[in-house]
T-cell receptor, first 113, second 111 residues
Framework: GAGVSQSPSNKVTEKGKDVELRCDPI?????LYWYRQSLGQGLEFLIY????????KSGLPSDRFSAERTGGSVSTLTIQRTQQEDSAVYLC???????????FGEGSRLTVL | GENVEQHPSTLSVQEGDSAVIKCTYS??????FPWYKQELGKRPQLIID?????GEKKDQRIAVTLNKTAKHFSLHITETQPEDSAVYFC??????????FGSGTRLSIRP
C-alpha cells in the first residue's frame, strides 16, 4: 500500500481481555515504531524495531505489553489483561532508516470498559 | 535515556503574528530534530527537520533553529494563518536512534 496501515481502527474491549493491534508499514521501511497517545496528550514512545536488530522495548509500560515484527514487515502490539488506563490511540510509524521522516498510520483507538 | 521538554503547552496568537515553540533535549549524542504537526483527528506529519551540522533551516513561513551547546531548538512560524492551528510536536533522536517526542504545543490562531 501507499502508506502505513493499522487495524483495527477502533477496538472496544472489556477490562481483563487481551487485544492485538496490527501495523503494516510502508514497503522497504526498516524502522518501525509504536507510540501511545492518550486523549489530548503527547506521543509516548513504546517500542522501536530497526532491521534485524533486537527491538528497543524501553518504553513498554508494563509486562502486559509486548510486540513483535515478523519478517521485518508487519508488526503486532499485544496488550494482555487490559486495564482502563490502557485506553488510548496506538500509533504506528515507519521510516526508511534509523533517522528520517516518520510516516504515521491512522492509529488504533482502544477503549477499555 | 533521551528526554525532550517542550514549552509552552498552549499558545494563542493573533492571525498574522509570529509563534515560537521551544524544546530542550538531554542526550548530547542527538543529531536529528524533527517537528511534526497534528491537526485535530489526524495523524502527525513532518513539517520540517534539522540535523546537528546546521544551525538554522527555513521553509517558507517556518524556520527551526538549533543550539547544540545549550541543547535546545525552536520552531518559528511567521505570518500565522488559521490553518496553522494544530498541535505541534518537537522530537529528537537518541543515542539508540529512536525518536522521542516532546509533550506537544496546542497552537490557536485568533482571527
Amino acid at each position: 500500500g501507499a502508506g502505513v496501515s493499522q487495524s483495527p481502527s477502533n477496538k472496544v474491549t472489556e477490562k481483563g481481555k487481551d487485544v492485538e493491534l496490527r501495523c503494516d508499514p510502508i514497503s522497504g521501511h526498516t524502522a518501525l515504531y509504536w507510540y501511545r497517545q492518550s486523549l489530548g496528550q503527547g506521543l509516548e514512545f513504546l517500542i522501536y524495531f530497526q532491521g534485524n536488530s533486537a527491538p528497543d522495548k524501553s518504553g513498554l509500560p508494563s509486562d502486559r505489553f509486548s510486540a513483535e515484527r515478523t519478517g521485518g514487515s508487519v508488526s503486532t502490539l499485544t496488550i494482555q489483561r487490559t486495564q482502563q488506563e490502557d485506553s488510548a490511540v496506538y500509533l504506528c510509524a515507519s521510516s526508511v532508516g534509523m533517522t528520517g521522516e516518520l510516516f504515521f498510520g491512522e492509529g488504533s483507538r482502544l477503549t477499555v470498559l | 535515556g533521551e528526554n525532550v521538554e517542550q514549552h509552552p503547552s498552549t499558545l494563542s496568537v493573533q492571525e498574522g503574528d509570529s509563534a515560537v515553540i521551544k524544546c530542550t533535549y538531554s542526550d548530547s549524542a542527538s543529531n536529528y530534530f524533527p517537528w511534526y504537526k497534528q491537526e485535530l483527528g489526524k495523524r502527525p506529519q513532518l513539517i520540517i527537520d534539522i540535523r546537528s551540522n546546521v544551525g538554522e533551516k527555513k521553509d517558507q513561513r517556518i524556520a527551526v533553529t538549533l543550539n547544540k551547546t545549550a541543547k535546545h531548538f525552536s520552531l518559528h512560524i511567521t505570518e500565522t494563518q488559521p490553518e496553522d492551528s494544530a498541535v505541534y510536536f518537537c522530537a529528537a533522536d537518541s543515542s539508540a536512534s529512536k525518536i522521542i517526542f516532546g509533550s506537544g504545543t496546542r497552537l490557536s490562531i485568533r482571527p
